[in-house]
C-alpha cells in the first residue's frame, strides 16, 4: 500500500534561518510527490510537484523540494524562513494503483517561525 | 477567482439530522474530490467523481452519499448524521485523473454534530 510520512508534528524555526519539512514515502513503481500548504480556515494550496526530472524541484513563495529516490524522502525545504511562512503543510503521493485518482496525504507538519 | 466554493461554512447539526453539502467549481475541472480533515489525520478521501456522470468511493465512504450534479458541482450528504462525522469537509477539483495535475481546494465547511 502506498503511504506517507511526515515525522514531526511540529518545527519551529527562527525568522531568517533555511528551514526543512521533512517528508518520506512508501510506493509501488514511480512516485508522483506533491506538497500543500493550508492556512488557518483556509483550503489546502498547491505548492510544488514531482513527477519525473530534476530531482530539485522550485514551487511557490520561494520553497523547494528535494526528491531523493534511495531513501524515499521528499523534504520541503526554504533558504530563509518568514514569518508569514507560519501554516500546516501536507505532503502528498498519488495512489497509482486506482489510476491516480486517490491522493495519500500525510497527517501534516506545522511550521512555526518565529520573529 | 471563484475556483472552488463550498455551502455551507459552518453548519451545527443534531444526531439523526441530514444535511447536504454544497460543492462548484468554475476552471472547467472534469474531476472532483470530497475529503474530511480530523486533528492529527491529514485528509482523507470520502468519495471522488473522475469525471461527470461517475462516482467512486475512498478510503472512508461509509455514512456519506454523492451527487456528480454536472461538470460543475460535486454534492455531498449526510442521511443520518452521527458524532463520529463532525469534521472540516473539503471539496476540492482536478483537470483530470491525470496524476501530475494538483488538485485545487475549497475554504472547507465546519461541521459540528451534538
Known amino acids: 500500500a502506498q503511504s506517507v510520512a511526515q515525522p514531526e508534528d511540529q518545527v519551529n524555526v527562527a525568522e531568517g534561518n533555511p528551514l526543512t519539512v521533512k517528508c518520506t514515502y512508501s510506493?509501488?513503481?514511480?512516485?508522483?510527490l506533491f506538497w500543500y500548504v493550508q492556512y488557518p480556515n483556509r483550503g489546502l494550496q498547491f505548492l510544488l510537484k514531482y513527477i519525473t526530472g530534476d530531482n530539485l524541484v522550485k514551487g511557490s513563495y520561494g520553497f523547494e523540494a528535494e526528491f531523493n529516490k534511495s531513501q524515499t524522502s521528499f523534504h520541503l525545504k526554504k533558504p530563509s524562513a518568514l514569518v508569514s511562512d507560519s501554516a500546516l503543510y501536507f505532503c502528498a503521493v498519488r495512489d497509482m494503483n486506482t489510476g491516480g485518482f486517490k491522493t495519500i496525504f500525510g497527517a501534516g507538519t506545522r511550521l512555526f517561525v518565529k520573529a | 477567482n471563484a475556483g472552488v466554493t463550498q455551502t455551507p461554512k459552518f453548519q451545527v447539526l443534531k444526531t439523526g439530522q441530514s444535511m447536504t453539502l454544497q460543492c462548484a467549481q468554475d476552471m472547467n475541472h472534469n474531476s472532483m474530490y470530497w475529503y474530511r480533515q480530523d486533528p492529527g489525520m491529514g485528509l482523507r478521501l470520502i468519495y471522488y467523481s473522475a469525471s461527470e456522470g461517475t462516482t467512486d468511493k475512498g478510503e472512508v465512504p461509509n455514512g456519506y452519499n454523492v451527487s456528480r450534479l454536472n461538470k460543475r458541482e460535486f454534492s455531498l450528504r449526510l442521511e443520518s448524521a452521527a458524532p463520529s462525522q463532525t469534521s472540516v469537509y473539503f471539496c476540492?477539483?482536478?483537470?483530470?485523473?491525470?496524476?501530475?495535475?494538483?488538485?485545487?481546494f475549497g475554504d472547507g465547511t465546519r461541521l459540528s454534530i451534538l
Open positions: 476540492a477539483s482536478s483537470a483530470s485523473g491525470a496524476s501530475n495535475q494538483p488538485q485545487h
Open positions: 510506493v509501488s513503481g514511480n512516485p508522483y
